[in-house]
Structures are given as C-alpha cells and as structure tokens.
Nanobody
Framework: QVQLVESGGGLVQTGDSLRLSCTAS????????AGWFRQTAGEERSFLAG????????DYSDSVKDRFTISKDDAKNAVYLQMNNLKPEDTAVYFC???????????????WGQGTQVTVSS
C-alpha cells in the first residue's frame, strides 16, 4: 500500500505561483508512475499532469501544459506540481495519485491522496 499526502495548497492571487507536494509512505514511489488531478464541486476529477515511474516521460492536459510542471524525486519519495501564472479557473481541490501508467485515465492510478485546496482570487 502507498499512502499519499498532498500539501502546499492555499489562497493566492491571479498570476501567482504555487508548488504542490505529494509525499508517499508505505512504499517507494520509484516503481510507480504518478499524476495530478483536480476537482471542483459538481465536476468530475480532471487530469492535469502525469509522470512515468522513472521520470523520463510526462503528459499534460492542454489547459495547463504551458503553466504547470510535474516532477518526481524518488530520494524524497515525493511528486511535485509547480503551478505558474495561476488563474481563478484553477481554483479546485488538487489530488495526487500513483499507479501503473501516467496518462489521463483515473483508473490507471491505484492510490490517491486526500487532496489540497487551491483558491485563486481575481
């Protein structure tokens, strides 16, 4: 089992940056792909970014690919999401996940964190 805990969310202004962290325990993340998703009230969870188990390959949704960067640090057993030029529409609960593949299908991920709230004011 892998336990994931997100941190780094908060209230920021339009144009600000945030770095979300996702720390794993229970098992090493070195053998897992990882991803970041977000969800707003009444909406389905949407894919933002994924990274392969070895960090060599990444995938991004079109909506964030020019502003967000996913990275993985196996030595710290953590995954990060650097978010730049934040917009009010980025307001959501952000989740990290770990699994077999790093693409957009949530069913490819076996483990999920509890989420961290990001609020971007205009």
């Amino acid at each position: 089992q892998v336990q994931l805990v997100e941190s780094g969310g908060g209230l920021v202004q339009t144009g600000d940056s945030l770095r979300l962290s996702c720390t794993a325990s229970g098992r090493s993340l070195s053998g897992y792909a990882a991803g970041w998703f977000r969800q707003t009230a009444g909406e389905e969870r949407s894919f933002l970014a994924g990274i392969s188990y070895n960090g060599q390959f990444t995938d991004y949704s079109d909506s964030v690919k020019d502003r967000f960067t996913i990275s993985k640090d196996d030595a710290k057993n953590a995954v990060y999401l650097q978010m730049n030029n934040l917009k009010p529409e980025d307001t959501a609960v952000y989740f990290c996940a770990a699994g077999r593949l790093y693409f957009s299908d949530p069913t490819d991920y076996d483990y999920w964190g509890q989420g961290t709230q990001v609020t971007v004011s205009s």
